[in-house]
């Protein structure tokens, strides 16, 4: 198995250079993918016109692949590991299944959109957004922080999708940044 890596970027470092100009040698790796299918589609047709690499992408959610690989170990056939969220890379981090990414990679993005340990990258960036309704709620009574939608104000007004993939981000990231109290006493609970 070839180690697996972080993301697709990852790949058209490290694996672009492996090319041959001999078709019987035409190279391929396998993507595991979590992300939206649009999306890494898009990318894989560029990185396969640019690189002559095939890529077999496999596509589920972003836990189940990680779970996957998990179980497959050091004999998962994914090269490349593609997910919408951190926490699954963080779990496979955990058990060593990640591997180092090229330093020339990682000196494209600003670390504090990579692994300390090195073995993820960041390739792309969104924001979460509260949707509120004027005739409901003020624009001044908006919190100014996440941390204050926990406050007695907002009890009953709030409503969120925890079973939604972008809900655990939110709250490790809370935890990262404040502490695992400081999530706990806010009702968080991953």
Known sequence: ??????????ACGSAGSATSSDPAEAQSITLYSGQHEQTT?????A??????????????????????????????PADVFYTENSPPLEFLQ????LSAVDPATLARTP????SPGKDWVGVSARVSVLVYNPSL????????????LASPEYQGKLALAPGETDFQPIVTSVMKTYGRARRKSRGAST
């Open 94 to 97: 955990e058990k060593g299944l």
């Open 41 to 45: 589609d898009g990318l894989v047709t």
């Open 47 to 76: 990185f396969e016109k640019q690189t002559g690499i095939r890529v077999n992408v496999r596509n589920d959610d972003e836990d189940t692949l990680a779970n996957l690989i998990a179980v497959q170990g050091s004999r998962s």
């Open 111 to 114: 670390a504090k959109y990579s």
């Open 137 to 148: 709620l003020a624009r001044s009574q908006l919190p100014a922080s996440v941390m204050q």
């Open 1 to 10: 198995m070839s180690a697996v890596a972080c993301a697709l970027l990852a």
